[in-house]
């Protein structure tokens, strides 16, 4: 029986020697490497903190301490140390989740996981400790160094140092990496601790001295480099960062050195007032096929061959972020005033390949969404479009500077945003299901939302045209799938998927739901009630064409995965109304809620956007209501209503 199988909370730690957590720690990656490689997840980020990890937990007693994960995609061997070992349906639905989660379990404080977070809940929470008698209470927040680019953590750091009567500790999880390599003058800085020559040499040849005199010349060593200083910072002048800011500072310190950080830490949570403790670590430590990863160590992987690191199955459509690689890139060639933006997600975001053709056109912010956006709109002033990629649930982090940077200055600026709608296994705060509500609200803005690779292309194309305003292009996650021809485009660029003879339902939907409003056509087809199928491709503003194909049938349904409230079926309602047209319209969409991790299909299952339960409502709208149709319904159409008639196949 191994290590691991008996502990069952953080306290089971505290009885294992040096030695044991050392061959803990080994056990711990070994079951990482074979879990995560069955299900996917984020495993480079976790292989890289085992250590410190274990070293946090003996240290500090949580859940009565507060442990804060920045990101929290780093949170998997905390899951561990605290009962939950099953890792077998991770970030599946019923499973674990990819990230901290309350409901599983005390221990998890902060559930958001966008970057740069951590320190502003550790203020908070450690000024409620003192102010509220529990000053014996501490706040832990592991900062991966990818979140210091994030302004809101200097916005923290800077009040944080504002009170030093609070115990607070700020570790520092310093691997030089965010996805891809940090970026940015405190990237610069970190990194120059790290390669400096002087911090290799005195780390070796301190650690070879103090062994020579066995166990208490080792034990003296971690000692000192756990120092309230910190040995190497005497040598480094890491303390000069910090020193403004009378944080006190700890480091560097060996972030896979299981002793030395639990002496670091232990100096930390003893000093009683707030300390940074740098932490030099390596993303995927330990897993050879993951350091060998220069794109990005196995941050995050699919399921792969735990041996060698292979994807089990290679994807045999393209992704939608594959397109729009591809496509930025020709769209470059042809205009040299294209330019790129992202935020710490140059591979994810599909922009790499524009930054190895030309990286002079590209430019990485660091975790800085808002920092990103407004000076998209100082490049378009100086004469250049940019074109800003972000995931669809990070652009809710940049609203302001999109509405007050951007569309007020009337600039030129195209929002390329990947994963909206429903994500699936990374959970409630990675679903891109806020965007069409938040951003429609934008005077000015042109929302696309396309249905298939062909369409992302076109209104890719479209949209770095305008230089007016802004204009968004929003896709989902995974393979693009099928293409979906029009049957005729109309005049202000509305698609016609399918059109019908009898005009009793239209079918408006929002991208990737063609499909799904196809699917329903047919079902309804079959019941004898005539629907067409139309994709806006722009859904802001509402083309005119589609108030008049509403008011050509009789009920109008709109789907779409976003929020339903505000969402791009409310807007048509809402301009349906103005025109004086009073066709009925049913707006399907994601409910407002927070959606748990899942498969998409399990999700739009949940949440009734499936064809057989839009076909079953439809069905009993016409049969509830007193709207005619433009035929008789056949006899059977009440049974039809039932959901067994609308079965799959």
Do not use: C
Not at 337 to 348: E, F, H, K, N, Y
Not at 554 to 561: K, L
Request: proline share 5%; glycine share 10%.
């Amino acid at each position: 029986m191994g290590l691991l199988e008996n502990i069952s909370g953080p306290r089971d730690l505290d009885g294992l020697s040096n030695d044991q957590l050392v061959e803990l720690s080994a056990e711990i990656r070994q079951f990482l490497v074979t879990e995560v490689s069955k299900t996917g997840g984020h495993l480079g980020p976790n292989l890289g903190v085992v250590e410190l990890t274990l070293a946090i937990h003996r240290v500090f007693d949580s859940p009565y301490d507060a442990i804060i994960f920045d990101t929290g995609h780093q949170s998997y061997v905390h899951k561990l140390v605290t009962g939950r070992q099953d890792f077998s349906r991770l970030r599946q639905l019923g499973g674990l989740a990819g990230y901290p989660q309350r409901s599983e379990s005390p221990h998890d404080i902060v559930e958001s996981s966008h970057a740069s977070s951590s320190l502003s809940w550790a203020d908070g929470i450690s000024r409620a400790f003192t102010m509220t008698g529990q000053a014996d209470r501490h706040v832990v927040a592991i900062v991966g160094d990818g979140a210091l680019t994030g302004g809101m953590t200097w916005e923290a750091l800077n009040n944080i140092s504002d009170d030093n009567s609070r115990n607070l500790v700020i570790v520092v999880n310093d691997n030089g990496r965010s996805y891809a390599p940090t970026i940015g003058g405190m990237a610069h800085f970190l990194n120059d601790v790290r390669t400096r020559r002087s911090y290799r040499k005195l780390h070796r040849s301190s650690e070879r001295v103090f062994a020579t005199f066995g166990a208490p010349g080792r034990a003296l060593y971690r000692g000192i480099r756990g120092g309230t200083h910190g040995f190497l910072s005497r040598f480094t002048n890491n303390e000069a960062l910090y020193s403004n800011l009378d944080i006190k500072y700890i480091g560097p310190v060996h972030g896979h050195d299981v002793a030395a950080l639990q002496q670091a830490l232990q100096q930390a949570k003893n000093y009683g007032a707030p300390v940074i403790v740098h932490a030099i670590t390596e993303k995927g430590h330990g897993y050879e096929p993951a350091l060998a990863d220069a794109a990005d160590q196995f941050h995050a992987v699919g399921q792969i061959d735990s041996e060698t690191g292979e994807p089990v199955e290679v994807a045999s459509k393209p992704s939608w972020t594959s397109v729009f690689a591809d496509e930025i890139v020709e769209i470059a060639d042809r205009n040299p005033r294209i330019v790129g933006i992202t935020a710490a997600m140059l591979r994810p975001t599909g922009l790499h390949k524009f930054a190895e053709k030309y990286p002079d056109r590209v430019l990485d912010v660091g975790i800085a969404e808002q920092h990103a956006v407004t000076s998209a709109a100082g490049l378009a002033f100086g004469g250049l479009h940019p074109v800003v990629a972000l995931y669809a649930t990070f652009v809710n982090r940049a609203f302001d500077q999109i509405l007050m940077d951007v569309a007020l200055h009337k600039a030129g600026v195209t929002f390329v945003l990947d994963r909206a709608g429903v994500t699936g296994p990374d959970g409630p705060s990675h679903h891109g299901m806020w965007d069409l509500a938040i951003l429609q609200v934008v005077p000015h803005i042109r929302l696309a939302a396309p249905r298939d690779a062909t369409r992302l292309r076109e209104e890719l194309a479209e949209a770095v045209l305008v230089e007016d305003g802004p204009t968004v292009l929003r896709f989902s996650k995974g393979s693009v799938g099928t293409e979906f021809d029009a049957v005729r485009r109309t005049d202000d660029g509305v698609d016609v998927l399918r059109e019908a003879a009898h005009k009793d339902v239209l079918i408006v939907t929002v991208g990737p739901m063609a499909k799904i409003g196809l699917q329903v056509a047919e079902r309804l087809a079959a019941q004898g009630i005539g629907a067409t199928v139309i994709d806006p491709r722009w859904v802001v503003p509402v083309p005119e064409s589609v108030i008049g194909f509403a008011a050509e049938h009789r009920i109008v349904i709109t789907i779409e995965d976003g929020v339903r409230v505000a969402g791009i079926g409310t807007r048509i309602r809402q301009d349906l109304r103005a025109a004086g047209v009073d066709t009925a319209v049913t707006e399907l969409g994601l409910p407002d809620e927070f959606l748990d991790h899942g498969s998409r299909e399990e999700i739009l299952e949940r949440v009734g956007l499936t064809p057989q339960d839009i076909a079953r409502d439809v069905v009993s709208q016409v049969l509830g209501s007193k709207i005619p149709i433009a035929r008789p319904l056949p006899d059977d159409a009440v049974s039809a209503a039932d959901e067994s008639a609308f079965r799959e196949g």
